[in-house]
C-alpha cells in the first residue's frame, strides 16, 4: 500500500502538494498524519475534493509499502509515520522545499527545491511530464502556492513559484475561489488574542536584528495563528516576530521573519520545530511559557550571527608575561605597552591574569623579584573569537573580570578589556537615545566615484592578492582620511594584518611587474610601478619608544594597535580592502566625529612627548584643513613646548615635516601658529615672525605662483624658496648652523643655502644700480639656481627691481646666440679657449641689443679678430 501524507498541523500548500502527489502516485492514498490549520479545516468543509482523504485510524500501518512525504523531511514532523518510515521493505520517497538537515528521512527519491511553495515542486514536475489537470484540481493547487508565497509576494518567492501559477491558469484555475478559500477575517476571538500579542509584545537587538516576542493564553489550540502572525509584522513592520502560545500542556511557536540573519526555520529547529528562513513553527510539550521563551531566546542567540563577535573588538597579538617574569619586569612590560592588565601563559596557554594595580602594590611592598605566578589570579573566564557581545559583557561585568583573554586552539589569541566594553555601552547609548546605533559604512561606491579607474582596480587586486596568503589588507592614514573629506589624495598606504606586509609586497610587485624596496627593521616596503608610482606597505605593528624622541621599537600587531599609534585621531581610519569587506570603513577611535566637529585630538596624553613632531603637524592640519586642535591637545602641545621636546629629537625629523609644512599653500598661517606657540624659536632661536617676515614670505610665495605660471621645465622647490625666506634673518653663520642641524641634504639644496650671501650681494649691487645693462644682469644672476632668484624677488623692495627679475627669467636666461662653435670654425675661428670667449662676447652683445641677426654676429666675430690679431686669424 502507498501513502501520500506531509506534516502535522497542515495548511493549504501541504494539501495542495498531496492532491499533486497523488498525480504522480495514482494509487496512493491521501492521508493526514494530524492536526489541521483552521483555515484548511474550514475549506476542507465546503471544498469538493478530487481524491477521497482516509483518516489514519483506518490505515493498517503494517502493509504500507510506500510513504511520499510532501512538504516535510524531518521525521518529528510526521506523526505515527516517523516510526513507518523506519521499518524495513518501505520505500521512501520526499518532495520539500525546505532546507535539509542531518536529521532528515532518508529516501530512495528526494526531491529538494528552495521555492516558495512546495506545491511548486510538484506542479513543475507534472509539467515535465505533460499531466494535465482539471480546473478543480489546478484550482487546489493554485490556493497552496498564494498561501505560501502571500500572493505570490513573500521574499521568499522564486521565479518557479510564477511560472507553476501560470502553469495552473491554463488548466483554468480560478483565482475567485482561491481567493474566498485564503480570505481571512478575523473572528472576535481572534481579535482578542491580537490585542493580547499587541500588549505583550517585548522587543530584543540580538545580532543586529530587531526582534519581537509576544505571548498569549488561549484554551484550545486552533492552530490557525499564522495569519495573526502575519497581521501583527505588517501593522508594525517588524523585521523577525515570534509568538508564543500556552495551550493546554504545551507551548507553540509562530516565526516570521523579514531578515535573511534570522533564519526563523533554523532557530526553531533548536526547539524542535523547523519550516522556512522566513516561516517556521514549533510546538513544545510539557513546558512553560517562562521556559519556552527563556529557551527560544537562547536559540534565537545562538542562531542569529552576532553583530560583532569577540575577534572584532579584541586587541591582538596579545601582550603577555610568562609565569616567571618578575613583578618588577611585569611593571615594566605594562609601562612600556601602556597596558593595565595582562594574560599570564605557558606554551601560549592562559594560566592567568595578573592586574597593574596588584604589581604596583606588590613593587611597593618589597616584592618586586617575585615571579607573577605567586600573585596572578587563576580563576580566569575566557572566550573563543566568536563569542557574542552577550556573553562577553557577563563575563566582564557579572564576573568582575578587568581583562577576558580571547582562546583559539587552547591558545591565546588576543584580549578584551572593560574599556573595550565601554565604548559598546556607549554605542548602545546612543542608539537608544534615538542617535543610532553603530552602523556598517562602506565606501566602494565614492572610492569609485573619486577614484581613477587604475587606482580603485589596484587596491581590489591588494585586497585580492592578500586574501590568497590568507591576509587582510587596509588602506590607512590619510588617503582614507581625505577620501572621507572627498579630498583628492592618492598616497595610499596599506597595512597588512594577519600576515608580513613584507611577503604581501613581494608578491604583489612581482605579479604587477614592479620593484620593491624592503625595510626589514620596520617590517614595510615600498612598491615601485613602471609608471613611477609608490604604493607604501606595512605590517600592522605596535610601537613603543625607550625614550623620549627615540625612533620606535616595531613588533608585529593587529590593525588596531596599529591605528593606535596614530598622531592623531582623525588619521586613525582604515578602509578593507578584503574582498568580501571591500570598502568598509573600520573607526576604532572616533574618527568619523572628529572629522564632522573638525577637530585634532591626539590619542593618548604622552603623544607629542614620544614624538615632539607631532606638534608641527598638529599646527599644518590645523591650517590645511581648517581644523580646530582641542584644548587638551592645545594643552598638552604647549607642555611639551616648555620642556623643548624638540632637543630629544634628530634634525633630519623636525626638517622632514617642517618640508611638509612649507609645501602647504596654508604654510604662512602655520608658521604664524608655530610662533604664537613658541614652537619657532625652538627650531632656531634667530627665526622671528613678525610683520616683515610675514611680508616676505608672502612675496615669496606669490613669487612661486608667478613662476609656475612660465610653465618652465625648470622645476622650482617651493619649500627651499620658503626656507630662505623663513630664515632670511639668520646670518651666514647661523644659517649654516641651521642647516647642519636640520641635515639638509642635496647637492643643489645645500648648493643654494651656501649661496644666499652671494645671492643677497647680487640684490646689493642691483640695488645699487650696477646691473642695469642686460649682460650685466645675466652674468650676475646666471650662476643662481632658481629658488634663490625666486627668493631675491621676493626681497626686492622696488618694483623696478622685481621688473627686472621677471625680464631675466622670462627672456635673459633663455637667451643664446646665433652662431655655434660649428658655425665659428667655419669662419676659420681655430678651436681652443678662443671660441669660448668669443661666443660669450657674442652673448653680451646680443644679450644688449647690439648684435641681432647673423649677419650682426658675424661682423662681430670678424671685429673681435681684428681688435687681437695676435690670438686669431681669418682665413
Same mark, same amino acid.
Given at each position: 500500500m502507498e501513502v501520500i501524507t506531509s506534516h502535522i498541523n497542515a495548511d493549504f500548500d501541504t494539501f495542495a502538494s498531496m492532491v499533486a502527489a497523488k498525480k504522480l502516485y495514482p494509487e496512493a492514498r491521501l492521508v493526514f498524519c494530524g492536526s489541521l490549520e483552521k483555515g484548511l479545516r474550514d475549506g476542507l468543509e465546503t471544498l469538493q475534493t478530487p481524491f477521497p482523504i482516509d483518516k489514519i485510524k483506518d490505515i493498517d500501518l503494517d502493509k504500507v509499502t510506500r510513504v511520499i512525504l510532501v512538504d516535510v523531511s524531518h521525521p518529528g514532523r510526521i506523526g505515527p509515520f516517523a516510526d513507518v518510515v523506519k521499518m524495513q521493505g518501505v520505500d521512501v520517497h520526499v518532495y520539500d522545499h525546505h532546507p535539509a538537515t542531518p536529521e532528515d528521512v532518508i529516501g530512495s527519491v528526494v526531491v529538494r527545491k528552495p521555492y516558495g511553495s512546495n506545491t511548486s515542486v510538484i506542479t513543475l514536475i507534472l509539467k515535465e511530464r505533460g499531466i494535465t489537470l482539471t480546473p478543480q484540481e489546478a484550482t487546489i493547487l493554485m490556493t497552496g502556492i498564494y498561501e505560501d508565497t502571500g500572493f505570490l509576494s513573500y521574499p521568499s518567492t522564486a521565479p518557479q513559484d510564477f511560472e507553476a501559477a501560470s502553469y495552473l491558469l491554463s488548466f483554468g484555475a480560478d483565482l475567485t475561489v482561491v481567493s474566498d478559500l485564503l480570505r481571512k477575517e478575523l473572528t472576535p476571538e481572534e481579535v482578542a488574542l491580537l490585542n493580547e500579542f499587541l500588549q505583550s509584545e517585548t522587543k530584543y537587538t540580538i545580532g543586529g536584528v530587531e526582534t519581537v516576542i509576544a505571548e498569549a493564553y488561549i484554551e484550545k489550540y486552533q492552530g490557525d495563528l499564522s495569519i495573526l502572525a502575519h497581521k501583527i509584522r505588517d501593522i508594525e513592520n517588524m523585521e523577525c516576530l515570534f509568538l508564543l502560545v500556552d495551550s493546554e500542556d504545551r507551548v507553540h511557536v509562530i516565526a516570521r521573519s523579514r531578515n535573511p540573519k534570522a533564519d526563523v526555520g533554523k532557530i526553531l529547529k533548536a526547539i524542535g520545530g523547523g519550516g522556512h528562513p522566513n516561516a517556521a513553527s514549533a510546538t513544545i510539550k510539557g513546558i512553560t511559557l517562562i521556559q519556552a521563551k527563556d529557551l527560544l531566546l537562547g536559540a534565537i542567540r545562538d542562531n542569529i550571527p552576532p553583530l560583532r563577535t569577540a575577534k572584532e573588538i579584541m586587541s591582538f597579538p596579545p601582550i603577555t608575561l610568562t609565569l616567571k617574569t618578575t613583578l618588577k619586569e611585569a611593571v615594566e612590560v605594562m609601562r612600556r605597552y601602556g597596558i593595565n592588565a595582562a594574560p599570564v601563559v605557558r606554551a601560549g596557554r592562559v594560566q592567568g591574569v595578573i592586574t597593574r594595580q596588584v604589581l604596583d602594590k606588590a613593587v611597593y611592598h618589597g616584592l618586586g623579584p617575585a615571579p607573577v605566578a605567586d600573585y596572578m589570579t587563576t580563576e580566569v573566564e575566557t572566550v573563543s573569537s566568536d563569542t557574542s557581545i552577550e556573553k562577553i559583557r557577563e563575563a566582564v561585568v557579572g564576573h568582575g573580570q578587568r581583562l577576558l583573554p580571547v582562546i583559539e586552539k587552547h591558545k591565546v589569541i588576543g584580549v578584551i578589556t572593560r574599556t573595550d566594553l565601554l565604548k559598546l555601552l556607549q554605542e548602545e547609548l546612543k542608539a537608544a537615545a534615538g542617535e543610532g546605533a553603530r552602523k556598517i559604512r562602506f565606501l566602494s561606491g565614492l572610492m569609485k566615484e573619486k577614484l581613477p579607474e587604475w587606482a580603485f582596480s589596484l587596491l581590489k587586486e591588494a585586497g585580492e592578492a592578500a586574501f590568497a596568503h590568507g591576509f587582510k589588507a587596509y588602506a590607512v592614514g590619510g588617503f582614507v582620511r581625505d577620501l572621507v573629506l572627498r579630498r583628492e589624495n592618492l598616497d595610499i598606504d596599506i597595512v597588512i594584518e594577519g600576515g608580513n606586509g613584507i611577503v604581501f609586497a613581494e608578491d604583489f610587485a612581482k605579479r604587477k611587474g614592479a620593484k620593491v624596496k624592503v625595510h626589514h627593521r620596520f617590517k614595510t616596503a615600498v612598491i615601485v610601478f613602471p609608471d613611477g608610482f609608490k604604493l607604501d606597505v606595512a605590517t600592522a605593528r605596535l610601537e613603543y619608544y625607550e625614550r623620549p624622541g627615540a625612533l620606535p621599537t616595531v613588533e608585529q600587531s593587529s590593525l588596531k594597535l596599529d591605528l593606535y599609534r596614530r598622531d592623531f585621531i582623525m588619521n586613525t581610519l582604515a578602509l578593507s580592502l578584503d574582498p568580501e569587506r571591500f570598502g568598509e570603513l573600520i573607526d576604532f577611535f572616533g574618527a568619523q566625529k572628529d572629522l564632522k566637529e573638525k577637530t585634532i *585630538? $591626539? %590619542?593618548?596624553?604622552? @603623544?607629542?612627548?614620544? &614624538?615632539?613632531?607631532r606638534m608641527l603637524r598638529a599646527v599644518r592640519f590645523s591650517e590645511k584643513f581648517d581644523f580646530k586642535i582641542s584644548k587638551h591637545t592645545l594643552n598638552l602641545l604647549k607642555n611639551s613646548v616648555k620642556l623643548d621636546m624638540f632637543r630629544t629629537i634628530s634634525g633630519a625629523r623636525i626638517a622632514d615635516e617642517l618640508k611638509s609644512m612649507l609645501e602647504e599653500e596654508t604654510s604662512g598661517k602655520s608658521l604664524k /601658529?608655530? @610662533?604664537? %606657540?613658541?614652537? %619657532? /624659536? =625652538?627650531?632656531?632661536?634667530?627665526? $622671528?615672525? !613678525? /610683520? !616683515?617676515?610675514? *611680508?616676505?614670505?608672502? *612675496?615669496?610665495? &606669490?613669487?612661486?605662483?608667478?613662476?609656475?605660471? =612660465?610653465?618652465? /621645465? &625648470?622645476h622650482a622647490e617651493r619649500w627651499l624658496v620658503l626656507l630662505l625666506a623663513l630664515t632670511d634673518r639668520l646670518d651666514e653663520k647661523e644659517l649654516s648652523a641651521l642647516v647642519s642641524k636640520l641635515g639638509i641634504s642635496g647637492r643643489k639644496r645645500l648648493d643654494v643655502l651656501s649661496a644666499r650671501n652671494d645671492a643677497l650681494r647680487v640684490l646689493g649691487r642691483m640695488t645699487a644700480g650696477q646691473l642695469r645693462k642686460a649682460s650685466a644682469l645675466y652674468e650676475a644672476l646666471n650662476p643662481l639656481e632658481v629658488e634663490l632668484i625666486l627668493y631675491l624677488m621676493a626681497k626686492a623692495e622696488r618694483e623696478s627691481l622685481r621688473k627686472a627679475f621677471s625680464r631675466y627669467m622670462t627672456k635673459l636666461r633663455h637667451t643664446e646666440t646665433i652662431l655655434k662653435g660649428a658655425d665659428l670654425k667655419n669662419l676659420g675661428v681655430e678651436q681652443g679657449p678662443v671660441m669660448g670667449e668669443i661666443l660669450r662676447e657674442l652673448l653680451k652683445k646680443r644679450l644688449d641689443g647690439e648684435a641681432v641677426t647673423r649677419e650682426d654676429e658675424e661682423e662681430c666675430v670678424r671685429a673681435f679678430v681684428r681688435k687681437k690679431p695676435h690670438r686669431k686669424r681669418l682665413k
Open positions: *585630538r $591626539v %590619542l593618548h596624553n604622552l @603623544s607629542f612627548i614620544e &614624538d615632539p613632531t /601658529k608655530l @610662533s604664537e %606657540l613658541g614652537l %619657532l /624659536k =625652538l627650531i632656531h632661536p634667530s627665526i $622671528v615672525w !613678525d /610683520k !616683515d617676515e610675514e *611680508r616676505l614670505f608672502e *612675496r615669496a610665495g &606669490d613669487a612661486l605662483a608667478w613662476y609656475e605660471l =612660465l610653465y618652465t /621645465k &625648470d
